[in-house]
């Protein structure tokens, strides 16, 4: 079984400052792991992902994340915002096993860059 | 919370033949309803937006009469996968999104396994 739980629905931050949403997850096997961002009547877009190499992972639009298995988090951070990042962000937890496939996603994070 | 189902779960058919997948969202109205698919290891690839009642728009590079969209009511969507080839094998999942009054929510289906041999 796995899941996968987004902190906060909404997150706003100004203009330039950090970025972080998090995204904590379970699974029983070694997991994939995904950033999707999804702007307004927009389908999702890969920001970046985790597939078992480097812990940390950078994406596009100076995004970033980094894998910890201790802490089960897959956190998305970006040093300064920019209005452009105005958008929803999902986390996804992906398995691959023989024939198995299974995705699961978390339920989303808004966020708001404030001027 | 809001649910949305997809059939079959799993599908094998031969090359040649025609597959649809349907997905529902089960107790809400989807205005829009998003068709991906995602191959072993890979990120999720969008193939196509519908909207009820209207003709869906097609990813560039997705062939929209190979992949055929019906989006004929709020809680319904179809993807035909016509004269399949093993290459069409793949993971195909939907997402449905529905207005709020705080914005759009969206759900996702939990897939539908392609295996074309």
């Known amino acids: 079984a796995q899941s996968v739980t987004q902190l906060g629905s909404h997150v706003s931050v100004s203009e330039g400052a950090l970025v972080l949403l998090r995204c904590n997850y379970s699974s029983s096997v070694p997991p994939y792991l995904f950033w999707y961002v999804q702007y307004p009547n927009q389908g999702l877009q890969l920001l970046l992902k985790y597939t078992s190499a480097a812990t940390l992972v950078k994406g596009i639009n100076g995004f970033e994340a980094e894998f910890k298995k201790s802490e089960t988090s897959f956190h998305l951070t970006k040093p300064s915002a920019h209005m452009s990042d105005a958008a929803e962000y999902f986390c996804a937890v992906t398995v691959f096993s023989g024939g198995y496939q299974k995705v699961t996603f978390g339920t989303g994070t808004k966020l708001q860059v404030i001027p | ?117």
């Open chain 2, 1 to 117: 919370g809001a649910v949305v189902s997809q059939h079959p779960s799993r599908v094998i058919c031969k090359s040649g033949t025609s597959v649809k997948i349907e997905c529902r969202s089960l107790d809400f109205q989807a205005t829009t309803m998003f068709w991906y698919r995602q191959f072993p290891k890979q990120s999720l690839m969008l193939m196509a937006t519908s909207n009820e009642g209207s003709k869906a728009t097609y990813e560039q590079g997705v062939e929209k009469d190979k992949f055929l969209i019906n989006h004929a009511s709020l809680t319904l969507s179809t993807l035909t996968v016509t004269s399949a080839h093993p290459e069409d094998s793949s993971f195909y999942i939907c997402s449905a999104r529905v207005r709020k009054l705080a914005g759009h929510e969206q759900y996702f289906g939990p897939g539908t396994r392609l295996t074309v041999t």
